[in-house]
């Protein structure tokens, strides 16, 4: 069988050490594939020095217009059957593009496919796909190990991040690539969409796993993240399926069946989403949780990265003998909680996060 010729398109802006170390783990894995390495530099302030990647075709952007646009006039020069997209902050350690066209080949339908994501630092998973509650994006077990059980498997995904991520260069022109509108965010999200509209779907392949260093390109990256949210919601908020429940029951399914889990709770919702009951909710009847009152501290709760609890919660509720549910944006958010939580080592507590994360804080 003959291999196909992947374009390999590397979008970048800023932080040229980075570069380099993605381009060298793609081509020291890459090596008996047939491919072609485009980075496209969307920085026309910068022009970086690609010696380490002597094979690489440099397209130096006259302006900087976003992420999306980057990754779309690199497609057009690219000359692959496929189309790879690598953020420059990514690094790989084996051949990914082997496992993701295995994914694509297993299903005639399958059209694009993406990869798990994983904190470059940490190991913890970034992005295992994505799921929809409302205008929530669910980030199925955000910040649990790269090697949590229920990641460990190929899936089908609504969407899935770009980050790592392989299309079919025909269906990428066909549905007209990234909407340069969205700049620099959702417009992956869109495009998954728009191939899933066109008939095809996306999988994503666990084993094709990239290690992220996020935020490489500072605030602007972020600048127009609120504006790409809107279009694409008012684009696609209609046709989205509300698909976080079944990943939360997924994982209650597995919970139940290696946590002991309290039978009834206070649930003390502290998350910043406006649809947090809702998940809430449905996470914990899929759990068997009979909640006897959900109190929300919404207001309480800013963009911080920890949560304090004795700034929100009294002392009576530290004393509540009844087990408690904590429902958070992110578990992680609630470990630097020694004092409360060894004041309740004996009442069966868990923290529940919107991403289908479950655990004990006393363990």
């Excluded at 072609?36 to 910068?46: A, F, G």
Aim: net charge negative; with cysteine; proline share 3%.
């Amino acid at each position: 069988m003959v291999k196909p010729m992947i374009s390999v398109i590397v979008p970048f802006y800023s932080n040229y050490s980075l570069l380099e170390y993605c381009c060298r783990s793609l081509i020291k894995n890459f090596n008996k594939h047939t491919y072609e390495l485009i980075v496209v530099n969307d920085n026309p302030r910068t022009k970086p020095n690609l010696d380490f990647a002597p094979k690489a075709t440099l397209i130096q952007c006259e302006k900087n217009g976003g992420y999306a646009a980057a990754c779309n006039i690199g497609s057009k020069q690219a000359i692959g059957d496929f189309l790879l997209f690598v953020d420059s902050d990514i690094v790989i350690e084996n051949d990914v593009m082997d496992v993701l066209l295995k994914e694509y080949s297993s299903n005639k339908n399958i059209a694009a496919v993406g990869s798990k994501i994983v904190k470059l630092a940490t190991e913890e998973i970034e992005y295992y796909g994505l799921a929809f509650n409302e205008v929530d994006v669910i980030k199925p077990w955000q910040g649990n190990s790269a090697e949590f059980p229920l990641t460990m498997m190929n899936r089908e995904f609504q969407t899935v991040p770009s980050g790592l991520f392989l299309i079919e260069k025909a269906v990428y022109d066909a549905v007209g690539g990234f909407d340069e509108k969205m700049l620099n965010c959702y417009c992956d999200l869109d495009l998954c969409l728009k191939v899933r509209k066109a008939g095809r779907t996306v999988s994503l392949a666990h084993e094709s796993i990239g290690y992220h260093r996020g935020s490489s390109s500072g605030h602007v990256r972020h600048e127009w993240h609120a504006d790409g949210k809107a279009l694409f919601f008012k684009k696609w908020g209609n046709l989205i399926k509300n698909d976080a429940g079944y990943f939360y029951k997924v994982a209650a399914d597995f919970y139940k069946e290696n946590m002991e889990l309290p039978s009834k709770c206070l649930a003390i919702n502290l998350s910043r989403s406006i649809f947090g009951n809702d998940c809430l909710y449905t996470f914990a009847e899929n759990l068997g949780i009979d909640l006897i009152a959900v109190e929300n501290y919404r207001d309480r709760n800013h963009a911080s990265q920890y949560i304090q609890l004795e700034d929100i919660l009294t002392w009576s509720t530290m004393n509540y003998g009844v087990s408690i549910l904590y429902f958070v944006d992110k578990f992680k958010s609630l470990e630097k909680n020694r004092y409360w939580f060894s004041k309740r080592s004996l009442s069966g507590d868990i923290i529940v996060d919107i991403h289908g994360n479950v655990f004990n804080p006393t363990q």
